[in-house]
């Protein structure tokens, strides 16, 4: 069974900049999440998708991040513009709906803001 | 978990000894946990998990033990290998809460 897909692996742009992420879940997986991980920190969610719908974007910065889920498949995340702080692995992670407690991480793409 | 900033606590273990990572939480609410390991450049990675009903499970290799009184949940790998070495986070779920809550981690170095 595939795993989580996200692209780019690394990502180096500089502030005011926009960049974007792509994720493709497990196939099947109707629940998908969206984590920052700061260096030396634990992953913190940034926003949950059911298929389509959002779930969770309560710690979302709305005013430079977005995110959508269009036909509930791939998802891609969004920061425009760019901030010094936003320097993190972006991680995304998928699991089933009736199982939504495991939850599948990807390799991340770290995102270098200079 | 407790927040450490950019310093994880560190544990190095002889290479066949048997390794202990601690983790405390903070919401008494908190009715399920997941231990992950997360290695280098790579995602976290489910080890085992355990609901507040329990106060230990075992999985291969693995213990987990949860303290409800202190709050607080531990490790344990028995037999520590080279492929151990990794990051551990401790993740909390409240019951009415639909997100994990992630500790900082513990770096885990296997010394041969």
């Known amino acids: 069974e595939a795993g989580v897909a996200q692209s780019p692996r690394y990502k180096i742009i500089e502030k005011r900049q926009s960049v974007a992420f792509w994720c493709n879940p497990i196939s099947g997986h109707a629940t998908l999440y969206w984590y920052q991980q700061i260096l030396g920190q634990g992953p913190k969610l940034l926003i949950q998708f059911q298929n389509n719908g959002v779930v969770d974007d309560s710690q979302l910065p709305k005013d430079r991040f977005s995110a959508e889920r269009l036909k509930g498949v791939d998802s891609t995340l969004k920061i425009q513009p760019a901030k010094l702080e936003d320097s993190a692995v972006y991680l995304c992670?998928?699991?089933?709906?009736?199982?939504?407690?495991?939850?599948?991480f990807g390799p991340g793409t770290r995102l270098l803001v200079l | 978990g407790e927040s450490v900033g950019l310093h994880l606590p560190t544990l190095s273990v002889q290479e066949g000894d048997n390794s202990i990572i601690n983790c405390a939480y903070s919401?008494?609410?908190?009715?399920?946990f997941i231990w992950y390991k997360q290695e280098s450049g790579k995602g976290p990675q489910f080890i085992i998990d355990i609901r507040s009903n329990m106060d230990k499970r075992q999985g291969q290799r693995v213990t987990v033990l949860l303290n409800k009184t202190v709050k607080h949940l531990s490790l344990q790998i028995a037999a520590t290998q080279p492929g151990d070495s990794a990051v551990y986070f401790c993740?909390?779920?409240?019951?009415?809460?639909?997100?994990?809550?992630f500790g900082s981690g513990t770096q885990l170095t296997v010394l041969p």
């Open positions: 993740a909390e779920r409240a019951g009415s809460a639909r997100q994990l809550t």
């Open positions: 919401n008494s609410a908190s009715d399920y």
């Open positions: 992670a998928s699991s089933l709906l009736r199982n939504q407690e495991t939850q599948y």
